[in-house]
């Protein structure tokens, strides 16, 4: 799943795909962002990134109530400082959703 980029300097720029579902979309504005990186990073450095792209929204409170995926698997029992995240990879977002 990894996607690279030239750069202007020939170098290739990876990314980790953050995706944000229902009302994380709603608070972000979008429904993602690609966070540029040199190698991996941990969840929390994610978490910032994202923040610092959307500031005066509500995305942090909401992210707060999320459950998050790094890639295929769930990771809310684990601390955000202690996961990698690798480039190339995608982190989703999913609030709380009503219904079944």
């Known amino acids: 799943m990894g996607v690279a980029s030239e750069g202007s300097s020939g170098t290739e720029t990876e ?38 792209l959307h500031p005066g929204t509500r995305l942090g ?3 707060q109530i999320c459950s998050t995926l790094v890639g295929d698997r769930p990771v809310n029992t684990e601390e955000p400082g202690e996961i990698l995240v690798a480039p190339g990879s995608s982190v989703e977002f999913l609030p709380p959703f009503a219904g079944g």
Do not use: K, N, Q
């Open 15 to 52: 990314v980790i795909h953050v995706h944000y579902w229902a009302s994380a979309r709603s608070a972000a504005g979008v429904a993602g962002d690609d966070l540029p990186v040199d190698g991996p990073i941990t969840l929390a450095e994610v978490v910032r990134r994202a923040l610092v």
């Open 61 to 63: 409170d909401v992210l």
